[in-house]
């Protein structure tokens, strides 16, 4: 749990700081392959400990006539302001884009899964912009270019809470967009 409050408490530093001047290596080329995922057709989506949660109908529907898309070139400020303004965000279907990323808690074998894209740093991969997702279907392979859309939700584990979209839609996309992000 400690890992999980670090790793986003660094992707919220980190997306307001970082060292400007460098360009990592693009890895756009790498993973183009893929095949699309089934959309959700229940409401229920499973945790990261398999537990079931249902999606009220209601929110799904009405969050989907308004869908707040971030796009590469203001990435990491949206999603900033996503963090800071959670309220202003819950129960509302969000878009994007970015890396399919899959992290295990050794201690509690606990996964949680993520699509990110890269922030600015002095080192390559310095920190990570996004959220964790949920998805009762199959999820794509580690590093996968996909599409994500779901309904924004706070929950609460081991008294802390956190923010993760209760996928609707979870497509893998053959052409990989700018896996490194600096505004």
Not at 14 to 29: D, F, H, K, R, T
Not at 53 to 61: A, F, N, P
Not at 98 to 106: C, D, K, M
Not at 149 to 165: F, M, P, Q, S, T
């Amino acid at each position: 749990m400690k890992k999980k409050i670090l790793w986003i408490s660094v992707c919220v530093i980190l997306a307001l700081s970082g060292c400007q001047g460098q360009s990592p290596v693009n890895q756009s080329e790498k993973n183009g392959n893929g095949t699309p995922a089934v959309n959700l057709t229940d409401n229920s989506v499973q945790t990261a400990d398999s537990d079931n949660i249902e999606v009220d109908d209601s929110t799904v529907q009405a969050a989907s006539k308004d869908v707040l898309e971030i796009k590469e070139k203001m990435f990491i400020a949206q999603t900033n302001d996503i963090y800071f303004n959670a309220e202003d965000y819950i129960g509302k279907t969000i878009k994007y884009q970015g890396i399919f990323s899959i992290f295990e808690v050794p201690e509690t074998g606990v996964t949680y899964y993520s699509v990110i894209r890269y922030g600015p740093g002095c080192c390559g991969i310095d920190a990570n912009a996004g959220f964790e997702v949920i998805w009762n279907k199959d999820y794509p392979k580690q590093d996968d270019w996909v599409e994500a859309v779901g309904v924004l939700e706070e929950y609460e584990e081991d008294g802390n809470k956190y923010l993760r979209l209760a996928l609707t839609s979870l497509t893998v996309l053959p052409t990989r967009g700018a896996e490194y992000v600096s505004q």
